[in-house]
């Protein structure tokens, strides 16, 4: 697609509810990125994908969250047992390569606004 | 671990004022040094970029300019819009092997007419 397509845009769920969140990365961009916005505060790192692997897990906040790409395209971020303190924006990115292209540029999508009552 | 620290906000500036927002970084190797920028109501986009040691990124008559001796990328612009008005990112991405973004905080800054 033209850019980073993100589903759902906004997203209120219940606490302990599972919640998937879903991000279609620019066509023939193998690097997927993950993040989390929360209000006020900056960029936290969440999860890194090249192709359908993940070497980079470790900015996942606890084993309620989880992400998988399949196809090297589309990524699913899941969180389980919703809590207050998930309600944020989750960002998703993409770029053409990884890390073996210092200056390369990830794009972003417009995010899943989540709230979690 | 690498990290950025940037200035804190809001920063409120009139029209055509001079604007820097200080950005440092802590990084092993050789770290590529961004700035992206968030205009109200839309996405993450990158503004400008840097991959190694004296290189001047600019774009939109914003400028940082890579300084391994002070590990900083400083954002400055010398006559800002109101159109300027958004939240502003440094972000550094580690070397070859190192395939993560990490983000500042953000700088909000404000134009005022």
Not at chain 1, 50 to 68: C, H, I, T, V, W
Not at chain 1, 102 to 111: D, K, L
Not at chain 2, 52 to 73: C, L, M, P, Q, V
Request: charged fraction near 20%; aromatic fraction near 10%; glycine fraction near 12%.
């Amino acid at each position: 697609g033209a850019g980073v397509s993100q589903s759902p845009s906004n997203k209120v769920t219940e606490k302990g509810k599972d919640v998937e969140l879903r991000c279609d990365p620019i066509s023939g961009h193998t690097a997927l990125y993950w993040y989390r916005q929360s209000l006020g505060q900056g960029l936290e790192f969440l999860i890194y994908f090249q192709g359908n692997s993940a070497p980079d897990k470790s900015g996942l906040p606890s084993d309620r969250f989880s992400a998988e790409r399949t196809g090297g395209s589309v990524s699913t971020l899941t969180i389980q047992r919703t809590q207050q303190e998930d309600s944020a924006v989750y960002l998703c990115a993409s770029s053409s390569h990884g890390g073996q292209f210092p200056g390369n540029t990830i794009y972003f999508g417009e995010g899943s606004w989540l709230t979690v009552v | 671990g690498n990290s950025v620290t940037q200035m804190e906000g809001p920063v409120t500036l009139s029209e055509e004022a001079f604007l820097t927002i200080n950005c440092t970084y802590t990084a092993t190797g050789y770290p590529s040094l961004f700035w992206y920028v968030q205009y109200p109501g839309e996405g993450l986009q990158l503004l400008l970029k840097a991959t190694k040691a004296d290189d001047k990124g600019s774009n939109k008559g914003f400028e940082a300019t890579y300084r391994k001796e002070t590990t900083s990328f400083h954002l400055e612009k010398g006559s800002v819009q109101v159109s300027d008005s958004a939240v502003y990112f440094c972000a550094l991405k580690g070397g070859v092997r190192d395939d993560k973004i990490i983000f500042g905080k953000g700088t909000r800054l404000h134009i005022l007419p």
